[in-house]
């Protein structure tokens, strides 16, 4: 049976906001986006994050989990269920792990509380593995399609990293660069200026080896970057940079055992583009998704194709992107959905945990945050749709 919060919005009250809204603006492409909603990346799985789910909404879950199973032929629950945790660690189990538990927490919302997210999402966007969630939940992707995509991709990616270290005998991985907001262009320009051919950054450099090869994988927050490839070659960066490039950032080891955003992984590009040829994309879908490559939405099918391909080399632009919804789109609700706090903390830490009139971070890992959660996006939104 369907839950329904006191608070929480009847279809009909539904309606009455999507009128708003239409008066509000005359045409989609003069709409603001009020309401983000985005979705984790690697690194943030655990063993048993689905059964608090499972236990809360057995009627929703268990067929869920059922279905991606069938779709992978590969019990995939039962790993994130049971672990062990080195087996849900690995790259093909982690990612589509991560995805569908993502989705799964979305179909509860869905199911069990009504939520419609072509009535309340106005745009998504997901944090590097997260972008898929994001495009299936936005319409352009179909979930068997994405999830078996991520499932091939995550094996390709994982093989990259195998192949690599049997080479080189080095370890990879990632690495956070923590400093503070006003250094941060700075150590960007001067890790640049190290990793010329030679140094090893470029995807199109033939003078270094891919596996040499040292990446800025992510570009999170207006303090925090990530460094992807051999922690060797990391580590001769951060003497240089410290050395002579007059930046000491805190380095922090992420969760990850594979050098994603590398040039590393350009067979999972590859893959991607093959896959993606002729995959079933579509194009317009119900609402806007922000691309981690350009940090702004999906122009086109081909844009999107393209960019999501290149994605698996590229830097991901989340501060970009937050910056982009933040002060030119004027998001002012942003919801967070999947396993793990990464997410809304890189995001907190942008817009701030603001509660000013009908705005808000807010963040669905637990079934214990759904209901005070929806009721605080109504209550805003009540707010935001007074003030027009």
Same mark, same amino acid.
């Given at each position: 049976?369907?839950?329904?919060?006191?608070?929480?919005? @009847?279809? @009909?009250?539904? $309606?009455?906001?999507?009128?708003?809204?239409?008066?509000?603006?005359? @045409?989609?492409?003069?709409?603001?986006?009020?309401?983000?909603?985005?979705?984790?990346? *690697?690194?943030?799985?655990?063993?048993g994050m689905t059964r608090a789910w499972l236990e809360a909404y057995p009627s929703t879950v268990r067929p869920f989990l059922e279905e991606t199973d069938e779709i992978l032929s590969y019990p995939l629950s039962k790993v994130i269920a049971d672990g062990p945790v080195n087996k849900l660690n690995e790259t093909e189990n982690a990612q589509p792990g991560i995805m569908a538990t993502s989705i799964m927490i979305l179909r509860v919302l869905e199911k069990e509380y009504g939520l419609r997210t072509d009535e309340k999402i106005d745009v998504t966007l997901g944090h590097s593995l997260g972008e898929y969630a994001a495009l299936v939940v936005a319409g352009y992707l179909e979930?068997?399609?994405?999830?078996?995509?991520?499932?091939?991709?995550?094996? /390709?990616?994982?093989?990259?990293?195998?192949?690599?270290?049997?080479?080189?005998?080095?370890?990879?991985?990632?690495?956070?660069?923590?400093?503070?907001?006003?250094?941060?262009?700075?150590?960007?320009?001067?890790?640049?200026?190290?990793?010329?051919?030679?140094?090893?950054?470029?995807?199109?450099? *033939?003078?270094?080896?891919?596996?040499?090869?040292?990446?800025?994988?992510?570009?999170?927050?207006?303090?925090?970057?990530?460094?992807?490839?051999?922690?060797?070659?990391?580590?001769? $960066?951060?003497?240089?940079? &410290?050395?002579?490039?007059? *930046?000491?950032?805190?380095?922090?080891?992420?969760?990850?055992?594979?050098?994603? *955003?590398?040039?590393?992984?350009?067979?999972?590009?590859?893959?991607? &583009?093959?896959?993606?040829?002729?995959?079933?994309?579509?194009?317009?879908?119900?609402?806007?998704?922000?691309?981690?490559?350009?940090?702004?939405?999906?122009?086109?099918?081909?844009?999107?194709?393209?960019?999501?391909?290149?994605?698996?080399?590229?830097?991901?632009?989340?501060?970009?992107?937050?910056?982009?919804?933040?002060?030119?789109?004027?998001?002012? &609700?942003?919801?967070?959905?999947?396993? !793990?706090?990464?997410?809304?903390?890189?995001?907190?830490?942008?817009?701030? &945990?603001?509660?000013?009139?009908? !705005?808000?971070?807010?963040? /669905?890992?637990?079934?214990?945050?759904?209901?005070?959660?929806?009721?605080?996006?109504?209550?805003?939104?009540?707010?935001?749709?007074?003030?027009?």
């Amino acid at each position: 049976m369907t839950r329904v919060l006191s608070t929480f919005p @009847t279809r @009909t009250s539904l $309606l009455r906001i999507a009128n708003a809204r239409q008066r509000c603006y005359a @045409t989609a492409a003069e709409s603001s986006l009020r309401t983000a909603l985005f979705f984790p990346g *690697h690194g943030v799985q655990r063993v048993g994050m689905t059964r608090a789910w499972l236990e809360a909404y057995p009627s929703t879950v268990r067929p869920f989990l059922e279905e991606t199973d069938e779709i992978l032929s590969y019990p995939l629950s039962k790993v994130i269920a049971d672990g062990p945790v080195n087996k849900l660690n690995e790259t093909e189990n982690a990612q589509p792990g991560i995805m569908a538990t993502s989705i799964m927490i979305l179909r509860v919302l869905e199911k069990e509380y009504g939520l419609r997210t072509d009535e309340k999402i106005d745009v998504t966007l997901g944090h590097s593995l997260g972008e898929y969630a994001a495009l299936v939940v936005a319409g352009y992707l179909e979930y068997p399609f994405a999830l078996r995509m991520v499932r091939r991709r995550a094996e /390709i990616m994982a093989e990259c990293t195998r192949q690599a270290a049997q080479e080189s005998g080095s370890t990879y991985g990632m690495m956070a660069l923590v400093c503070e907001p006003e250094r941060l262009e700075s150590l960007i320009a001067t890790i640049h200026q190290f990793l010329q051919p030679g140094a090893g950054s470029k995807v199109d450099s *033939h003078e270094v080896p891919a596996i040499d090869q040292v990446l800025i994988a992510n570009i999170n927050s207006k303090n925090q970057i990530v460094l992807s490839g051999s922690f060797e070659r990391i580590k001769q $960066l951060l003497v240089q940079i &410290r050395e002579f490039g007059g *930046h000491d950032p805190r380095a922090v080891e992420i969760k990850s055992n594979s050098p994603f *955003h590398s040039p590393i992984m350009i067979p999972a590009m590859a893959y991607m &583009r093959k896959i993606l040829r002729d995959g079933p994309v579509k194009f317009p879908a119900n609402m806007p998704c922000i691309s981690n490559v350009s940090g702004l939405p999906f122009r086109s099918k081909d844009d999107l194709k393209d960019l999501l391909s290149r994605q698996a080399v590229e830097t991901v632009r989340w501060w970009d992107s937050i910056k982009y919804l933040d002060q030119t789109a004027k998001v002012k &609700r942003w919801l967070g959905v999947g396993p !793990g706090k990464v997410g809304r903390n890189l995001v907190g830490k942008e817009v701030g &945990r603001s509660f000013a009139k009908g !705005g808000g971070v807010w963040a /669905i890992s637990d079934p214990r945050e759904v209901e005070p959660t929806l009721r605080a996006l109504e209550e805003t939104e009540a707010e935001d749709i007074s003030s027009f």
